[in-house]
Protein backbone atom coordinates (compact mmCIF):
# COMPACT_ATOMS: atom_id res chain seq x y z
CA UNK A 1 0.00 0.00 0.00
CA UNK A 2 3.44 2.37 -0.74
CA UNK A 3 2.92 5.08 -3.39
CA UNK A 4 1.88 7.95 -3.40
CA UNK A 5 -2.36 8.31 -4.08
CA UNK A 6 -3.73 10.79 -6.65
CA UNK A 7 -7.03 11.58 -4.05
CA UNK A 8 -5.60 11.78 -0.23
CA UNK A 9 -7.54 9.46 2.18
CA UNK A 10 -9.74 10.80 5.27
CA UNK A 11 -9.92 8.34 7.81
CA UNK A 12 -12.65 9.21 10.62
CA UNK A 13 -11.70 8.06 14.13
CA UNK A 14 -14.68 6.45 15.67
CA UNK A 15 -12.95 7.34 19.42
CA UNK A 16 -16.02 6.59 21.00
CA UNK A 17 -16.60 3.51 23.71
CA UNK A 18 -20.68 2.77 22.52
CA UNK A 19 -20.20 0.43 19.29
CA UNK A 20 -23.59 1.12 18.29
CA UNK A 21 -23.35 4.94 18.28
CA UNK A 22 -19.56 4.32 16.26
CA UNK A 23 -21.68 2.58 13.33
CA UNK A 24 -24.58 5.21 13.13
CA UNK A 25 -21.70 7.87 13.00
CA UNK A 26 -19.60 5.98 10.23
CA UNK A 27 -22.71 5.99 8.02
CA UNK A 28 -22.91 9.67 8.27
CA UNK A 29 -18.87 9.90 7.86
CA UNK A 30 -18.92 7.24 4.77
CA UNK A 31 -21.86 9.57 3.24
CA UNK A 32 -19.87 12.49 3.85
CA UNK A 33 -17.01 11.50 1.64
CA UNK A 34 -14.84 9.36 4.25
CA UNK A 35 -12.70 6.89 2.80
CA UNK A 36 -11.17 4.77 5.83
CA UNK A 37 -13.31 4.52 9.49
CA UNK A 38 -10.91 4.00 12.60
CA UNK A 39 -11.93 2.11 15.19
CA UNK A 40 -10.14 3.72 17.64
CA UNK A 41 -8.31 2.67 20.84
CA UNK A 42 -11.26 3.56 23.48
CA UNK A 43 -13.66 1.94 20.98
CA UNK A 44 -10.85 -1.09 20.48
CA UNK A 45 -10.82 -1.31 24.82
CA UNK A 46 -13.93 -1.32 25.08
CA UNK A 47 -15.44 -4.41 22.49
CA UNK A 48 -12.18 -5.65 21.62
CA UNK A 49 -12.00 -7.38 18.00
CA UNK A 50 -15.62 -7.28 18.18
CA UNK A 51 -15.59 -4.05 16.83
CA UNK A 52 -13.42 -4.49 14.01
CA UNK A 53 -15.59 -7.62 12.70
CA UNK A 54 -19.10 -5.15 13.19
CA UNK A 55 -17.42 -2.20 11.52
CA UNK A 56 -16.15 -4.48 8.69
CA UNK A 57 -19.92 -6.04 8.15
CA UNK A 58 -21.18 -2.64 8.00
CA UNK A 59 -18.80 -1.11 6.09
CA UNK A 60 -17.99 -4.19 3.50
CA UNK A 61 -15.93 -1.45 0.67
CA UNK A 62 -14.61 0.84 3.22
CA UNK A 63 -11.03 0.97 4.76
CA UNK A 64 -11.12 -0.24 8.17
CA UNK A 65 -8.33 0.97 10.91
CA UNK A 66 -7.49 -0.63 13.79
CA UNK A 67 -5.70 1.95 15.84
CA UNK A 68 -4.32 -0.81 18.31
CA UNK A 69 -1.21 0.79 19.95
CA UNK A 70 0.61 -2.24 19.71
CA UNK A 71 3.63 -2.22 21.80
CA UNK A 72 4.63 -5.85 22.16
CA UNK A 73 3.31 -9.07 20.20
CA UNK A 74 3.15 -7.56 17.23
CA UNK A 75 2.70 -10.18 15.07
CA UNK A 76 -0.02 -11.95 17.00
CA UNK A 77 -2.10 -8.77 17.33
CA UNK A 78 -1.61 -8.03 13.58
CA UNK A 79 -3.03 -11.51 12.83
CA UNK A 80 -5.83 -10.72 15.38
CA UNK A 81 -7.55 -7.52 13.61
CA UNK A 82 -6.37 -8.68 10.48
CA UNK A 83 -8.57 -12.05 10.62
CA UNK A 84 -11.22 -9.49 12.15
CA UNK A 85 -11.46 -7.73 8.71
CA UNK A 86 -8.87 -4.81 9.25
CA UNK A 87 -7.48 -3.06 6.58
CA UNK A 88 -4.49 -1.02 8.79
CA UNK A 89 -3.31 -1.54 11.55
CA UNK A 90 -1.43 0.34 13.74
CA UNK A 91 1.72 0.60 16.18
CA UNK A 92 3.65 3.03 18.07
CA UNK A 93 6.76 4.00 17.74
CA UNK A 94 8.20 2.98 20.66
CA UNK A 95 7.76 -0.18 20.28
CA UNK A 96 10.87 -2.31 20.10
CA UNK A 97 11.89 -2.94 16.23
CA UNK A 98 11.57 -6.50 16.67
CA UNK A 99 7.93 -5.75 17.11
CA UNK A 100 7.87 -4.11 14.50
CA UNK A 101 9.41 -6.36 11.97
CA UNK A 102 7.59 -9.03 13.40
CA UNK A 103 4.29 -7.27 12.52
CA UNK A 104 5.11 -6.06 9.32
CA UNK A 105 6.00 -10.11 8.30
CA UNK A 106 2.29 -10.87 9.66
CA UNK A 107 0.95 -7.98 7.85
CA UNK A 108 2.83 -9.38 4.42
CA UNK A 109 0.99 -12.79 5.18
CA UNK A 110 -2.54 -11.51 5.87
CA UNK A 111 -2.43 -8.45 3.77
CA UNK A 112 -2.94 -5.62 5.87
CA UNK A 113 -0.89 -2.63 5.76
CA UNK A 114 1.39 -1.09 9.00
CA UNK A 115 0.71 2.23 10.26
CA UNK A 116 3.47 3.01 13.04
CA UNK A 117 2.18 6.36 15.02
CA UNK A 118 5.11 8.35 16.07
CA UNK A 119 3.08 10.05 19.19
CA UNK A 120 5.81 10.57 22.22
CA UNK A 121 8.46 9.73 20.71
CA UNK A 122 11.66 11.17 21.85
CA UNK A 123 13.31 12.36 18.65
CA UNK A 124 9.88 11.87 16.02
CA UNK A 125 12.29 12.80 12.97
CA UNK A 126 14.63 10.43 13.83
CA UNK A 127 12.32 7.66 14.79
CA UNK A 128 10.53 8.28 11.76
CA UNK A 129 14.10 7.72 9.63
CA UNK A 130 14.57 4.26 10.65
CA UNK A 131 10.49 3.33 10.36
CA UNK A 132 11.52 4.19 6.52
CA UNK A 133 13.59 1.48 6.60
CA UNK A 134 11.88 -0.83 8.68
CA UNK A 135 9.58 -0.38 5.25
CA UNK A 136 6.07 0.38 7.22
CA UNK A 137 3.52 1.33 5.15
CA UNK A 138 2.57 4.57 6.71
CA UNK A 139 4.08 7.08 9.22
CA UNK A 140 1.81 8.64 11.47
CA UNK A 141 2.68 11.89 12.57
CA UNK A 142 0.25 12.42 15.33
CA UNK A 143 0.40 14.81 18.45
CA UNK A 144 -2.11 13.21 20.50
CA UNK A 145 -4.90 15.03 22.73
CA UNK A 146 -3.16 15.40 25.78
CA UNK A 147 -0.11 17.24 23.87
CA UNK A 148 -2.43 19.26 21.65
CA UNK A 149 -4.53 20.49 24.83
CA UNK A 150 -1.55 21.76 25.88
CA UNK A 151 -0.33 23.28 22.77
CA UNK A 152 1.79 21.53 20.67
CA UNK A 153 1.37 21.82 17.07
CA UNK A 154 1.08 19.08 14.81
CA UNK A 155 1.60 20.78 11.25
CA UNK A 156 5.45 21.71 12.29
CA UNK A 157 5.78 18.25 13.17
CA UNK A 158 4.48 17.27 9.77
CA UNK A 159 6.69 19.45 8.15
CA UNK A 160 9.89 18.04 9.49
CA UNK A 161 9.13 14.59 9.37
CA UNK A 162 8.13 15.10 5.52
CA UNK A 163 11.62 16.74 4.36
CA UNK A 164 12.91 13.27 6.24
CA UNK A 165 11.32 9.82 4.66
CA UNK A 166 9.77 8.77 1.64
CA UNK A 167 7.29 6.60 3.58
CA UNK A 168 3.63 7.60 3.03
CA UNK A 169 2.57 10.00 5.45
CA UNK A 170 -0.62 10.19 7.76
CA UNK A 171 -1.20 13.37 10.41
CA UNK A 172 -3.49 13.15 13.24
CA UNK A 173 -3.97 15.52 16.26
CA UNK A 174 -6.92 18.47 16.12
CA UNK A 175 -7.09 18.33 12.38
CA UNK A 176 -9.91 20.59 10.95
CA UNK A 177 -10.63 21.69 7.75
CA UNK A 178 -8.44 24.93 7.31
CA UNK A 179 -5.67 22.30 9.09
CA UNK A 180 -6.62 19.11 6.63
CA UNK A 181 -5.81 21.23 3.40
CA UNK A 182 -2.51 22.64 4.82
CA UNK A 183 -1.92 18.97 5.68
CA UNK A 184 -1.99 17.72 2.50
CA UNK A 185 -0.19 20.77 1.37
CA UNK A 186 2.71 18.99 3.15
CA UNK A 187 2.97 15.83 1.94
CA UNK A 188 0.15 13.94 3.93
CA UNK A 189 -1.47 10.95 2.33
CA UNK A 190 -3.61 10.22 4.95
CA UNK A 191 -5.66 13.01 6.76
CA UNK A 192 -7.05 11.33 10.20
CA UNK A 193 -10.09 13.50 11.62
CA UNK A 194 -11.47 12.52 15.02
CA UNK A 195 -13.28 14.81 17.45
CA UNK A 196 -13.83 17.64 14.73
CA UNK A 197 -16.28 15.10 13.03
CA UNK A 198 -17.60 12.28 15.18
CA UNK A 199 -18.41 15.21 18.00
CA UNK A 200 -20.52 17.74 15.73
CA UNK A 201 -24.05 17.58 15.56
CA UNK A 202 -24.04 17.03 12.06
CA UNK A 203 -21.05 14.22 11.25
CA UNK A 204 -21.99 13.75 7.31
CA UNK A 205 -21.89 18.04 7.02
CA UNK A 206 -18.58 17.84 8.88
CA UNK A 207 -17.07 15.29 6.94
CA UNK A 208 -17.83 16.68 3.49
CA UNK A 209 -16.34 20.32 4.98
CA UNK A 210 -13.25 18.53 5.29
CA UNK A 211 -13.14 16.47 2.43
CA UNK A 212 -13.42 19.16 0.04
CA UNK A 213 -10.88 20.93 1.75
CA UNK A 214 -8.11 18.31 1.54
CA UNK A 215 -9.34 18.49 -2.41
CA UNK A 216 -9.21 22.12 -2.75
CA UNK A 217 -5.28 21.39 -1.35
CA UNK A 218 -4.62 19.25 -3.87
CA UNK A 219 -4.67 22.54 -6.39
CA UNK A 220 -2.62 24.65 -4.77
CA UNK A 221 -4.37 27.50 -5.58
CA UNK A 222 -6.32 28.37 -2.57
CA UNK A 223 -4.59 30.42 -0.60
CA UNK A 224 -4.66 29.75 3.45
CA UNK A 225 -3.62 32.30 5.76
CA UNK A 226 -4.48 31.93 9.42
CA UNK A 227 -4.53 35.18 11.43
CA UNK A 228 -2.06 34.76 13.96
CA UNK A 229 -3.43 35.24 17.50
CA UNK A 230 -2.22 35.61 21.04
CA UNK A 231 -2.50 33.26 23.35
CA UNK A 232 -4.50 34.96 25.77
CA UNK A 233 -6.85 35.97 22.72
CA UNK A 234 -6.76 32.51 21.90
CA UNK A 235 -8.26 30.99 25.21
CA UNK A 236 -10.07 34.25 25.65
CA UNK A 237 -12.49 32.99 22.54
CA UNK A 238 -12.12 29.36 24.05
CA UNK A 239 -13.90 30.41 27.28
CA UNK A 240 -16.64 32.53 25.51
CA UNK A 241 -17.62 29.70 23.30
CA UNK A 242 -18.27 27.12 26.31
CA UNK A 243 -19.98 27.49 29.43
CA UNK A 244 -19.18 26.82 33.43
CA UNK A 245 -20.56 23.33 33.02
CA UNK A 246 -17.99 22.18 30.39
CA UNK A 247 -14.96 23.63 32.17
CA UNK A 248 -15.88 22.20 35.07
CA UNK A 249 -16.13 18.38 33.83
CA UNK A 250 -12.92 19.72 31.83
CA UNK A 251 -11.18 20.52 35.30
CA UNK A 252 -13.10 17.36 36.71
CA UNK A 253 -15.87 19.16 38.83
CA UNK A 254 -12.89 21.46 40.62
CA UNK A 255 -12.63 25.24 39.99
CA UNK A 256 -16.41 26.36 40.89
CA UNK A 257 -17.06 29.22 43.72
CA UNK A 258 -19.31 27.85 45.95
CA UNK A 259 -22.37 30.35 46.74
CA UNK A 260 -21.41 33.24 43.84
CA UNK A 261 -24.12 34.20 42.17
CA UNK A 262 -25.10 36.05 39.14
CA UNK A 263 -26.81 39.16 39.74
CA UNK A 264 -29.24 38.71 36.00
CA UNK A 265 -29.54 36.10 33.38
CA UNK A 266 -27.66 35.84 29.93
CA UNK A 267 -24.78 36.93 31.69
CA UNK A 268 -21.07 36.35 30.12
CA UNK A 269 -18.01 37.04 32.07
CA UNK A 270 -14.36 36.16 30.83
CA UNK A 271 -10.92 37.56 31.72
CA UNK A 272 -8.38 37.59 33.91
CA UNK A 273 -8.64 37.94 37.70
CA UNK A 274 -7.15 41.66 40.06
CA UNK A 275 -7.30 40.05 42.90
CA UNK A 276 -8.46 42.03 46.27
CA UNK A 277 -8.51 41.20 49.60
CA UNK A 278 -10.48 43.39 52.19
CA UNK A 279 -12.24 43.41 55.17
CA UNK A 280 -16.15 44.22 56.86
CA UNK A 281 -17.42 47.42 55.29
CA UNK A 282 -14.20 48.52 53.81
CA UNK A 283 -14.38 49.49 50.53
CA UNK A 284 -11.80 51.36 49.35
CA UNK A 285 -9.27 48.32 47.81
CA UNK A 286 -12.21 47.06 45.52
CA UNK A 287 -12.38 50.71 44.42
CA UNK A 288 -8.88 51.22 44.41
CA UNK A 289 -9.02 48.00 42.14
CA UNK A 290 -10.49 49.87 39.11
CA UNK A 291 -7.42 51.85 39.15
CA UNK A 292 -5.30 48.64 38.60
CA UNK A 293 -7.34 46.63 36.39
CA UNK A 294 -7.03 46.92 32.40
CA UNK A 295 -9.75 46.76 30.17
CA UNK A 296 -10.62 43.15 30.02
CA UNK A 297 -9.88 42.13 33.54
CA UNK A 298 -12.11 40.82 36.07
CA UNK A 299 -11.95 42.01 39.53
CA UNK A 300 -12.16 39.43 42.04
CA UNK A 301 -12.55 40.14 45.68
CA UNK A 302 -12.88 38.63 49.24
CA UNK A 303 -14.83 40.81 51.70
CA UNK A 304 -14.71 39.36 54.61
CA UNK A 305 -18.89 39.86 55.41
CA UNK A 306 -22.11 39.51 53.67
CA UNK A 307 -23.96 42.27 55.54
CA UNK A 308 -22.21 45.01 54.68
CA UNK A 309 -21.63 45.91 50.84
CA UNK A 310 -18.08 47.16 49.51
CA UNK A 311 -19.73 47.94 45.76
CA UNK A 312 -22.00 49.45 44.11
CA UNK A 313 -23.51 51.04 41.08
CA UNK A 314 -21.03 53.57 40.66
CA UNK A 315 -18.23 51.45 40.85
CA UNK A 316 -19.48 49.32 38.62
CA UNK A 317 -20.25 52.57 36.03
CA UNK A 318 -16.27 53.09 36.90
CA UNK A 319 -15.60 49.81 35.40
CA UNK A 320 -18.19 49.49 32.63
CA UNK A 321 -16.27 53.18 31.18
CA UNK A 322 -12.96 51.51 31.15
CA UNK A 323 -14.17 48.06 29.85
CA UNK A 324 -13.73 45.76 32.57
CA UNK A 325 -14.86 43.23 32.00
CA UNK A 326 -16.99 42.28 35.38
CA UNK A 327 -16.69 41.84 39.01
CA UNK A 328 -16.92 38.71 41.43
CA UNK A 329 -17.13 38.98 44.91
CA UNK A 330 -17.27 36.92 48.19
CA UNK A 331 -19.31 39.36 49.96
CA UNK A 332 -22.37 41.51 49.23
CA UNK A 333 -23.38 44.34 46.80
CA UNK A 334 -25.77 46.82 46.29
CA UNK A 335 -27.57 49.31 43.76
CA UNK A 336 -28.71 45.96 41.96
CA UNK A 337 -31.64 47.44 40.08
CA UNK A 338 -29.26 49.60 38.50
CA UNK A 339 -26.33 47.61 37.84
CA UNK A 340 -29.02 45.05 35.96
CA UNK A 341 -30.08 48.20 34.06
CA UNK A 342 -26.82 48.77 33.00
CA UNK A 343 -25.85 44.95 32.48
CA UNK A 344 -22.06 45.42 34.25
CA UNK A 345 -21.52 41.16 34.91
CA UNK A 346 -21.49 41.10 38.55
CA UNK A 347 -21.09 37.65 40.60
CA UNK A 348 -22.17 37.52 44.48
CA UNK A 349 -22.66 36.11 47.58
CA UNK A 350 -25.28 38.38 48.78
CA UNK A 351 -27.56 41.52 47.90
CA UNK A 352 -27.74 44.09 51.28
CA UNK A 353 -28.75 47.69 51.22
CA UNK A 354 -25.90 48.81 53.14
CA UNK A 355 -22.59 49.97 52.84
CA UNK A 356 -19.25 50.57 55.10
CA UNK A 357 -16.66 53.17 54.88
CA UNK A 358 -13.34 53.60 53.28
CA UNK A 359 -10.58 52.89 55.31
CA UNK A 360 -7.99 51.23 52.95
CA UNK A 361 -7.24 47.85 54.56
CA UNK A 362 -6.46 45.06 52.84
CA UNK A 363 -4.42 44.19 49.30
CA UNK A 364 -4.75 44.09 45.77
CA UNK A 365 -2.95 41.70 43.34
CA UNK A 366 -2.63 39.18 46.30
CA UNK A 367 -3.49 35.35 46.54
CA UNK A 368 -7.24 35.16 47.56
CA UNK A 369 -9.78 32.76 48.46
CA UNK A 370 -13.45 33.43 46.79
CA UNK A 371 -16.19 31.04 46.84
CA UNK A 372 -13.81 28.58 48.62
CA UNK A 373 -11.29 28.24 45.52
CA UNK A 374 -7.92 29.71 45.77
CA UNK A 375 -7.41 32.82 42.98
CA UNK A 376 -4.43 34.12 41.98
CA UNK A 377 -3.78 37.36 40.05
CA UNK A 378 -4.03 36.86 36.75
CA UNK A 379 -5.68 33.54 37.11
CA UNK A 380 -8.96 33.34 34.39
CA UNK A 381 -12.45 33.76 35.92
CA UNK A 382 -15.81 32.64 33.69
CA UNK A 383 -18.95 33.32 34.75
CA UNK A 384 -22.12 32.48 33.67
CA UNK A 385 -25.63 31.87 34.64
CA UNK A 386 -24.55 28.34 35.96
CA UNK A 387 -21.87 30.36 38.54
CA UNK A 388 -18.40 31.22 38.44
CA UNK A 389 -14.88 29.14 38.04
CA UNK A 390 -11.60 29.95 38.39
CA UNK A 391 -8.83 28.57 36.13
CA UNK A 392 -5.03 28.64 37.34
CA UNK A 393 -3.63 30.55 34.46
CA UNK A 394 -0.42 28.06 33.76
CA UNK A 395 -3.34 25.96 33.03
CA UNK A 396 -5.66 28.19 31.23
CA UNK A 397 -5.16 27.28 27.85
CA UNK A 398 -5.13 23.16 28.34
CA UNK A 399 -8.11 23.38 30.20
CA UNK A 400 -9.79 25.55 27.26
CA UNK A 401 -8.90 23.62 24.85
CA UNK A 402 -10.48 20.39 27.13
CA UNK A 403 -13.54 22.37 27.59
CA UNK A 404 -13.93 22.78 24.04
CA UNK A 405 -13.70 19.21 23.49
CA UNK A 406 -16.72 18.47 26.54
CA UNK A 407 -18.83 21.30 24.17
CA UNK A 408 -18.15 19.20 21.21
CA UNK A 409 -18.97 16.00 22.15
CA UNK A 410 -22.15 17.16 24.40
CA UNK A 411 -22.86 18.26 20.82
CA UNK A 412 -23.11 14.59 19.07
CA UNK A 413 -24.93 13.66 22.11
CA UNK A 414 -27.41 16.06 22.29
CA UNK A 415 -28.06 15.40 18.17
CA UNK A 416 -28.47 11.55 19.36
CA UNK A 417 -31.39 12.27 21.55
CA UNK A 418 -33.17 14.96 19.34
CA UNK A 419 -33.50 11.24 16.78
CA UNK A 420 -35.22 9.35 19.46
CA UNK A 421 -32.68 7.83 22.43
CA UNK A 422 -32.62 8.29 25.86
CA UNK A 423 -29.08 10.14 27.39
CA UNK A 424 -28.93 6.76 29.26
CA UNK A 425 -29.11 4.80 25.87
CA UNK A 426 -27.00 6.97 23.85
CA UNK A 427 -24.40 6.13 26.64
CA UNK A 428 -25.22 2.94 27.75
CA UNK A 429 -25.32 3.91 31.06
CA UNK A 430 -25.81 0.32 31.98
CA UNK A 431 -23.31 -1.66 30.74
CA UNK A 432 -20.72 1.64 31.88
CA UNK A 433 -21.99 1.19 35.89
CA UNK A 434 -19.40 0.87 38.52
CA UNK A 435 -18.85 -2.88 39.12
Request: with cysteine; proline share 3%.
Amino acid sequence: MKGKNERKILQVALDVLELERAVEIGKECVAGGADWLEAGTPLIKSEGMHAIRTLRGAFPDIGIVADMKIMDTGAIEVEMAAKSGASVVSILAAADNATIEDAIRSARKYGVAIMVDIMNAADPVGRAKELDELGVDYVCVHVGIDQQMKGMDTLSLLREVSAAVTTPLAVAGGIDAEIAAEAVDLGAEVVIVGGNIIRTAKVQESTRKIRESMDSGLTGKVARKRLKKTLDEEIFELFMHVSTPNISDAMHRKGVMRGINPLFENIKLVGKAVTVQTFEGDWAKPVEATDVAKAGDVIVVYAGSKDVAPWGELASWSCKQKGIAGFVIDGAVRDVEEIRRIRFPVFAKCIVPNAGEPKGFGEINTEITCGGKEVKPGDWIIGDDNGVVVVPKERAYEIARRAKEVWKNEERVREEIKRGKTLSQVLDLYIWEKK
